[in-house]
């Protein structure tokens, strides 16, 4: 096993935590977005939808560059980070967190609110005419059945940010250990002729994202809600 | 007697629902009229599921909503148990599990029923361990009923419960509705667009039409009103009366009914003597004389009444209401010629011939 002792493992421990954490947050973060979007007949509700679908049509590199110049110790954003905390968001992973929370929202958000409209209000009316409140009715009967939209959206917002590249070299640069992802290192090794190290960090992303992916389908087949 | 007091003003793009009502919270009352003509609205606003823009809905002594007042108690504050028109139940919970939802929130002491009692009366026992999914149509329903019992409401909403299901199926339920009103003696407000099954359930009528409420009255006051023939389909029209099963005659294949104003007979009932039996007389199968029949007549049931009100006459139409006192309330439909030709007049004596009686419990569309 000399071939793998030749690989450095840091960068793949750096994207599944960096992965991890972003879908965690997200899911907080874009169920509400999400069940605002589903229910919501406000005027705004398209720009909203507009601005979550961003990322999907935008070159990483566009938001990546808003997004350097925004977290950057000059602008907004970073400004108040380091005012608060003395360091710079920037070329750090909680900068790197932000702007994968970022790139990956419409992949979080979209499965959930399709989820939500499914369910409709429909279910929603019924427990509240049986007493429930709104967040009990929330709690014990939407998000149960939209349980499907909540396993798509946290592997979908997991797997999405495990492949992420231009966000995270704009933002994060190539800092062994803190800001240098899986998808940077193969790049590195590509660079450097290392086609060996390139080849298995490549083969391990592509067979780790296939099975996530199987993963979710055969479990949404399986989840025992039956909505019809 | 408590009653819930509405006064809505609901603005639509396309309708408007602007009613004053004062129903009896006793009974079934039933909220009738065409589609659109604001029915399942204005019991989406007494439930809360809808907020009127103008508008005071009070329960008994308890407000549930004042716009004037900025009063607006949501849904689940509210005691109602809500059936809407298909079963909705949750499916990710068994038919315990929804029954046990709205009932496991209510405090022990303030339940007025119990759950074996629900599941009695609606007879459910052995789905309780199934999915919704795994029931019929029917089924679902009766699970739907009781998951809005078992929360215990002041007062039960219920739009349509039967408009999903066939024939043979609405025969089924409707007895379970009826128990509901005779049993639990929880009041019971029923929209309805099929007269049938207000005749069989309804004691309080309350017709809509165009979001305003045209009639209102007891059922048979408003069947038999002479001035509904604008709002009734002339097929329905008629009074409801309520009679005893006095005796069989086996010879004949006939039934002899009693109530407060004489007898009937109809064709043979299966049913003990004693029982009670809710009978429909359509105005057009009443015809008047104004003598005493001295000859024989074909027709079985003749009898006394006194002329209490003549409808409108309208020159455009042969036909007019007569309302007629037999004890109780009865409608006949005559022609404009024989109201000319028999000289009518309140405070008439005449004889009813009545051609034919429905019976409310067998009428199923």
Redesign the interface.
């Known amino acids: 096993m000399s071939l793998l002792a030749t690989i450095d493992w840091t960068p793949v421990w750096l994207t599944l935590r960096l992965a991890g954490v972003t879908a965690g947050v997200l899911l907080l973060i874009g169920t509400p977005i999400a069940w605002w979007l589903a229910y919501t007949t406000s005027a705004w509700k398209t720009v909203v939808e507009a601005v979550v679908a961003l990322p999907l049509v935008l070159p990483p590199t566009v938001l990546g560059f808003y997004l350097l110049i925004a977290l950057g110790p000059e602008g907004p954003i970073g400004r108040l980070w380091v005012g608060l905390t003395g360091s710079s968001l920037a070329f750090s992973f909680t900068g790197l967190v932000i702007a994968s929370m970022l790139y990956s929202l419409p992949f979080v958000v979209q499965p959930l609110q399709g989820a939500f409209e499914a369910v409709g209000r429909?279910?929603l009316?019924?427990?509240?005419?049986?007493?429930?409140?709104?967040l009990k009715a929330f709690v014990?009967?939407a998000s149960?059945?939209a349980?499907r939209g909540y396993v798509s959206a946290v592997v979908l917002g997991f797997a999405h940010t495990l492949g992420e590249f231009g966000v995270v070299l704009m933002v994060g640069g190539n800092i062994p250990g803190v800001t240098k992802v899986l998808s940077i290192a193969i790049y590195d090794h590509v660079e450097a002729l290392e086609y060996t190290q390139a080849h298995v960090l490549s083969a391990s992303l592509l067979i780790a994202s296939f099975l996530i992916l199987a993963v979710v389908y055969t479990v949404n087949r399986r989840l025992?809600?039956?909505?019809? | 007697m408590k009653t819930l007091g509405i006064q809505l003003d609901v603005r639509y793009p396309q309708f408007r629902l602007a009613v004053e009502l004062d129903l009896p919270l006793q009974g079934v009352t039933a909220l009738f009229g065409p589609s659109g003509s604001g029915k399942t609205t204005l019991l989406r606003c007494i439930a809360g599921l809808e907020r009127a823009s103008t508008g005071v809905i009070r329960f008994g002594e308890t407000l549930w909503q004042d716009e004037a007042q900025r009063v607006f108690l949501p849904v689940s504050k509210r005691a109602i148990g809500y059936v809407f028109q298909e079963p909705r139940l949750f499916p990710h919970l068994s038919v315990r599990g929804n029954l046990r939802y709205g009932y496991t929130a209510v405090a022990a002491s303030a339940r007025n029923v119990t759950f074996d009692q629900v599941v009695d009366i609606l007879d459910i026992h052995d789905l309780l361990d199934r999915r919704p999914h795994q029931l019929s149509g029917g089924e679902q329903q009766r699970v739907a009923i009781g998951r809005a019992l078992l929360r215990s409401p002041d007062l039960l909403l219920m739009d349509e419960p039967l408009s999903s299901l066939d024939a043979a199926r609405k025969r089924d339920i409707l007895p379970f509705i009826q128990r509901l009103d005779t049993d639990l003696h929880i009041p019971i407000v029923y929209v309805s667009h099929s007269i049938q099954e207000i005749l069989q359930l309804a004691s309080t009528l309350v017709v809509l039409q165009n979001g305003r409420v045209v009639r209102m009255g007891s059922l048979s006051d408003v069947l038999a009103h002479p001035d509904s023939r604008q709002f009734i389909e002339e097929s329905h029209l008629g009074a409801v009366i309520e009679t005893t099963i006095e005796a069989h005659d086996r010879e004949f294949g006939l039934t002899q009914l009693a109530f407060p104003g004489g007898k009937l007979f109809v064709p043979y009932q299966a049913r003990p003597v004693g029982a009670r039996l809710r009978v429909h007389i359509l105005a057009r199968d009443v015809s008047l004389v104004t003598s005493p029949p001295t000859f024989h007549s074909s027709v079985l049931n003749i009898l006394d009444a006194t002329v209490k009100a003549i409808g409108p006459v309208d020159p455009a139409h042969p036909f007019v209401d007569i309302r007629l006192d037999i004890g109780c309330p009865l409608l006949a439909t005559i022609t404009r010629k024989s109201l000319v030709a028999l000289g009518l007049a309140p405070g008439q004596r005449v004889f009813a011939q009545i051609k034919a009686v429905a019976l409310c419990q067998d009428i199923v569309e």
Not at chain 1, 125 to 134: N, P, T
Request: proline fraction near 14%.
């Open positions: 429909k279910p009316e019924a427990a509240w005419s049986l007493g429930a409140s709104k014990t009967v149960p059945m349980l025992p809600v039956h909505v019809s």
